[in-house]
């Protein structure tokens, strides 16, 4: 039943003696009211969600049909100490939208701030009722009249914008108004009167029980306001926590996250959380009223006891889960009772299955009830079983399994797109248990929560119609997963700091934390006795795109962990290169400034000079070295790591893996001197044997001198008869086997797998191109004509080749540029493929209808392909023909993951076996 549905039916069916028939949680910020403030389209995505869930929580209210709306407020007429109630009948006032842009961003936007009216009437026989009776019990409370109530009293923004939730459409409340005032103790000493304030709640719960009047308590509040270092309240690193702890207590009603978050909210200033003491004090008292406590004490699931369970019943829905756009964190949530059998319960999320992520999805993503979309699915449709589907898709049951498929908008227009075919080899369909057209379909309820219908987006070329479910995230708080690694400067004795999430913890002791350090005494490596190091066997560094959202990276790897059975026993590493707009007031963190080459981090180019105390740098090439070398060091029982990025991650991978500084493997994989022999019992029926065998067995000859040095006039002797086309692997919905050989045996030298996924280009190692990429197989590898050459005089410098000015890192590699590509041939890579990464355009292009995610469309770029999946299968037969291979005996390996796109989160679950076993 939509959430719209149990509303309604809960309006009509209220329980007899709840004379408080519901309440809510509203934040009063300008940007989760007006989202369109901020121009930074990853908090503006925030700060929608934000939106989204408090219009929900707003509707529900309206839903209850209550006569009086109790609100608490942290922003009106305050006193020192005591709950001030407004005994005026009338109020009216306005809220100045906009002016938070001044507070987050330094600079004034009168041009962008508006007023948001609002008028009120006073339910006055409540308001003085519950004065004197609070006061009659020795509560701190007083009331407020002003100009002799002729006039209003005023309202403002922490009135308004949390009742606009409500009004729709209407510049005054549907219901009559009691204003409850937070005093001004709530700034410094809110931890110390928390306890008054919940007995208070309690007190006032048990007055609402004897009025005839159905009560709505909305609590009026924002969070955390210390999450930024750049404003008057300062950074805390207790932020996170707190909005977390909140975010859980709204989730489940358990009072223990109420008393956590009581800790730190002095040194995190959230302005009306003295509020949701109340509401909870209230909520406990109007159950004891309706039902008496009868059960033993005894522990549940959700860390509460029985008895304590059996008083907070009320069922919670939490619309939006915290969460700052900007400086401040926000979340809506809605309370209804579940004591009575006749009232239909609300959807509330078990305690035991509630999802940490829940309260920090990743940047700019969906938020459905039970995880968070990545950022690929747009505005995601929630399947409502721990999977969602892309904006454009339905959720669907076809020939037994679980898929999306096009909606009827989407087939329509899917039609009328003329669609790139992909080269003759791969035109067939991938052969799946899903390809009849007749088979049966079964749409899923949409459980998503946002309000109005998103607008469609193009469909992505070489879709059969259908596609895999996301594996919606719950990885927990990503803020928690924020740790920093400090790695050494290029050629300098100091240290520099570099952001990463990981979910073992910090992969470094705290010495190393304690901000830049001088001298190279060395770090002290292995991480914090957490108790994890001992379980991890392998390690996967999941390398972010363009976006650098290493966030939603993380977010994903971690999920793909658990498909592949390795939940607690791998790390997780997310590295983040980031560049000035992602810290325009700087963070202390290196920075790449994106600019090519010199600031181009998935090209192994140094990073942005760091001031202080010298000029420093760091190579983004290093930083996948140090990861690698603390992480072997760290983790006693580590056996092999795998180095997988996709897009412009996967550029950055590619790269690193011919320029590495690390020692090569022991031996080939099923070479006795490999430390893992993988048997023929471990492979996976229906998995081809070709697609394990990483590298050929033999040992790759020298390369030859001529392919270095050769003349622009000079062309390729050989000539493949065809691209090699990679076998699909086994479809992403098929439960994987356990990845580790057990033979495999921990190393001498790490044992590293580069796995890059769809780049838009790779660095070639010589100048010879496919010839005939106008449509036709291409037939022959050649350096381009001269004609080409004039028009494109880049095309084989670095990165695009081996040409021109190299990084410094790659200048210091044993054996210069020849050393490099010998021990290319023998480092375990695997190039990942999406079937339908084929858009050949960009949304931008007349006549375009697909979305190529940023297809790099240069003179040097098409020289390799025209699209994503063409360029990796002309990369890797290029590949064979230089080092002189064959399809039976390849260097390296290709796999193709069926129905795929250009899709980071699906592409790791469709290629598990890749990401999860060994060399």
């Avoid at 009025?211 to 270092?229: C, M, Y």
């Avoid at 299955?353 to 950022?375: H, I, M, Y």
């Avoid at 454009?392 to 049951?397: E, K, S």
């Avoid at 190579?619 to 412009?648: C, M, Q, T, Y």
Wanted: glycine share 8%; with cysteine.
């Amino acid at each position: 039943m939509h959430w719209r549905a149990f509303f309604l039916l809960a309006a009509q069916r209220l329980h007899a003696h709840a004379r408080l028939v519901c309440a809510s949680v509203l934040p009063h910020g300008d940007f989760a009211f007006d989202p369109t403030l901020l121009d930074n389209p990853d908090a503006r995505a925030v700060a929608s969600r934000l939106q989204h869930g408090a219009k929900a929580a707003g509707a529900a209210l309206r839903a209850c049909a209550p006569d009086v709306v109790l609100l608490t407020t942290p922003h009106g007429l305050e006193t020192s100490w005591d709950l001030v109630f407004y005994e005026n009948n009338m109020l009216a006032g306005a809220a100045l939208v906009g002016r938070d842009l001044e507070a987050s961003y330094g600079k004034r936007f009168e041009n962008h701030t508006y007023d948001i009216k609002l008028d009120a009437r006073t339910h006055l026989p409540l308001a003085q009722a519950l004065h004197e009776e609070l006061e009659a019990q020795q509560h701190n409370v007083t009331s407020m009249r002003g100009w002799n109530n002729i006039l209003p009293l005023p309202l403002h923004w922490g009135e308004v914008l949390a009742l606009e939730y409500m009004v729709a459409n209407s510049s005054s409340l549907p219901a009559q108004l009691v204003t409850a005032v937070l005093p001004l103790s709530r700034y410094n000493y809110s931890a110390a009167v928390a306890p008054a304030f919940r007995a208070m709640g309690h007190s006032l719960g048990r007055l609402l029980e004897k009025r005839q009047e159905k009560v709505a308590f909305v609590v009026s509040t924002d969070l955390a306001h210390t999450h930024w270092p750049n404003t008057s309240f300062g950074f805390s690193p207790h932020a996170a926590r707190f909005d977390a702890d909140v975010g859980r207590w709204a989730a489940t009603l358990n009072r223990r996250h109420l008393d956590s978050s009581a800790q730190v909210v002095d040194k995190v200033y959230s302005c009306g959380w003295l509020g949701l003491q109340l509401l909870q004090g209230a909520l406990e008292a109007a159950t004891d009223a309706a039902a008496p406590v009868k059960s033993p004490v005894s522990e549940t699931d959700s860390g509460m006891s029985a008895r304590e369970a059996d008083r907070v019943s009320w069922n919670s829905t939490l619309f939006a889960p915290p969460a700052h756009p900007t400086y401040y964190g926000m979340m809506a949530a809605f309370f209804a009772p579940a004591a009575s059998s006749t009232l239909p319960t609300l959807p509330r999320v078990p305690a035991t299955t509630l999802p940490a992520s829940a309260f920090s999805c990743a940047r700019g993503v969906w938020q459905c009830e039970d995880g968070c979309a990545p950022v690929e699915a747009g505005n995601a449709k929630c399947c409502g079983d721990g999977t969602a589907c892309a904006h454009g898709y339905d959720c669907a049951i076809r020939a037994g399994q679980a898929v999306c498929t096009l909606d009827q908008q989407h087939t329509i227009a899917a039609r009328q797109t003329s669609v790139m075919h992909v080269p003759a080899r791969a035109q067939a369909e991938p052969k799946t248990n899903l390809q009849a057209a007749d088979a049966p379909m079964t749409v899923v309820t949409n459980r998503t929560h946002h309000i109005g219908e998103p607008k469609p987006k193009p469909l992505p070329m070489g879709t059969a119609g259908w596609q895999p479910r996301y594996q919606l995230c719950n990885a927990g708080l990503l803020g928690e997963a924020l740790h920093t690694l400090h790695v050494p400067a290029t050629g300098s004795g100091t240290w520099l700091r570099f952001p990463y999430y990981s979910n073992i913890g910090s992969i470094t002791t705290p010495c190393e934390d304690v901000g830049e350090r001088s001298g190279m005494q060395g770090p002290c490596d292995g991480v914090r006795a957490t108790g994890k190091a001992a379980q991890i066997e392998m390690a996967l560094i999941v390398q972010h795109g363009a976006n650098r959202n290493a966030d939603d990276y993380f977010c994903s790897g971690v999920m793909a962990a658990r498909q592949a059975g390795f939940a607690t026993r791998a790390a997780i590493i997310a590295p983040r290169f980031m560049e000035p707009a992602d810290a325009p007031n700087g963070t202390g963190f290196v920075m790449w400034n994106g600019s090519y080459p010199d600031g181009c981090w998935r090209c192994g180019a140094e990073s942005h000079p760091m001031p202080s105390p010298m000029v420093q740098t760091v190579s983004s090439f290093a930083i996948l070295d140090e990861l690698v070398s603390v992480l072997w060091r760290s983790l006693p029982n580590l056996k092999f790591i795998n180095i997988a990025g996709h897009s412009s991650g996967g550029q950055l991978v590619q790269r690193h893996a011919i320029f590495t500084h690390l020692p090569p493997p022991e031996g080939e994989l099923g070479d006795d001197k490999h430390p893992c022999v993988h048997h023929q019992s471990e492979i996976p029926s229906g998995t081809p044997n070709e697609i394990l065998n990483e590298t050929s067995s033999k040992t790759p000859s020298e390369i030859p001198s001529e392919k270095l040095s050769e003349t622009p006039n000079e062309t390729s002797k050989k000539t493949p008869s065809e691209i090699p086309s990679a076998i699909p692997t086994y479809p992403s919905f098929f439960p994987p086997p356990s990845a580790v050989p057990s033979s495999c045996r921990r190393a001498a030298v790490p044992i590293v797998r580069h796995v890059p996924a769809n780049p838009s280009s790779y660095a070639y190692p010589y100048a010879r191109r496919w010839e005939g990429l106008d449509g036709a197989d291409p037939r022959r590898l050649k350096v381009p004509d001269l004609t080409t050459r004039a028009s494109c005089p880049n095309y084989d410098t670095w990165h695009f080749g081996l040409s021109g000015s190299l990084p410094p890192y790659a200048l210091k590699v044993a054996g210069g540029v020849r050393g490099a590509l010998t021990r290319f041939a023998r480092r375990h890579v695997v190039y990942l493929q999406g079937y339908n990464d084929t858009c050949a355009c960009n949304p931008s292009d007349k006549g375009c209808g697909c979305i190529s995610h940023g297809l790099e469309v240069t003179c040097a770029d098409e020289l390799m392909g025209r699209f994503r999946l063409e360029r990796g299968r002309l990369y890797f037969a290029a590949l064979q023909a230089f080092y002189n291979r064959t399809a039976a005996a390849p260097v390296h390996a290709m796999v193709e993951v069926p129905n795929v796109g250009h899709d980071h989160t699906l592409m790791w679950q469709g290629g598990l076996r890749q990401l999860f076993s060994a060399g």
